[in-house]
């Protein structure tokens, strides 16, 4: 049966059925019959599955289909990555999957947009079995309206900061060094991917609060916070970007 190929979620790739002995036009009757649903070029959910989900599951599961039919040098980004990090959905197109690919891109094809972007090695991170770009990455990706429109300076991506002797004390999510201002971003990734072992979520927030202790101390400067719902209220957050900016600059 066609439902051995799907995935746990409920995924079935053309390819997994047609190697299974499985042709366009037995897909096409499944369709028809109400079995499968189409969900883009070459990928189909099970029916029961597609209807009872919500348009944020829907995008979740068609992200899945699109990083399934590219190879490794892709990464979900902007919008997705956002839904994928866990962050909220209200505001962003979620009709439309968005990847970014290490060498290449910038096209938009049926139900998918295509970004070119250089893509160090802290702009992505692992989950599952493929890549998505990193919270901080991810933030600049979809706020990168925010401080075009808004006409705040666009800060330096994890700037580094040393101690006196040489010795790297940390990497800060972003920077405008020139000011004397950091920026990190707080998200529950964050706290749940990077924790230690046998470290509770408490106890990983206050050594991340030591931590911006350290850098406030090593280089005197100040720092701003943002979370996922400060991407959806451009005008505030870059008022108190702004505000922070203007206070360093004083």
């Known amino acids: 049966m066609v439902a051995e190929l799907m995935s746990p979620r409920g995924l079935l790739q053309r390819r997994d059925a047609i190697e299974f002995g499985y042709d366009d036009k037995c897909l096409r009757r499944l369709v028809r019959g109400g079995r499968i649903v189409r969900i883009r070029q070459g990928a189909y959910a099970a029916a029961e599955v597609w209807r009872d989900l919500s348009a944020r599951d829907r995008h979740l599961l068609l992200s899945d289909a699109v990083v399934r039919q590219y190879d490794e040098d892709i990464a ?18 979620l009709a439309t999957v968005h990847i970014t690919h290490f060498d290449g891109g910038g096209r938009r094809t049926a139900k998918v947009v295509h970004h070119q972007g250089r893509c160090g090695v802290l702009d992505i991170t692992r989950l599952e079995d493929h890549w998505v770009t990193s919270a901080p990455r991810t933030v600049l990706d979809v706020s ?14 994890q700037h580094e900061i040393f101690h006196p002797d040489g010795r790297l004390a940390a990497r800060t999510d972003w920077a405008w060094p020139e000011l004397g201002v950091i920026g990190e971003f707080d998200g529950t990734v964050k706290y749940h991917r990077f924790r230690r072992p046998d470290e509770t979520i408490e106890q990983a927030v206050l050594r991340e609060k030591r931590r911006e202790e350290m850098i406030v101390e090593l280089t005197g400067w100040r720092c701003i916070r943002l979370i996922w719902a400060d991407l959806f209220v451009p005008a505030v957050t870059a008022q108190r970007i702004r505000n922070v900016l203007s206070r360093a600059a004083a």
């Open 144 to 157: 990168y309206l925010l401080f075009r429109t808004q006409r705040v300076p666009r800060p330096q991506q």
């Open 76 to 93: 979900l980004s902007h919008g997705s990555a956002v839904l994928r990090l866990g962050g909220p959905d209200y505001g962003l197109d």
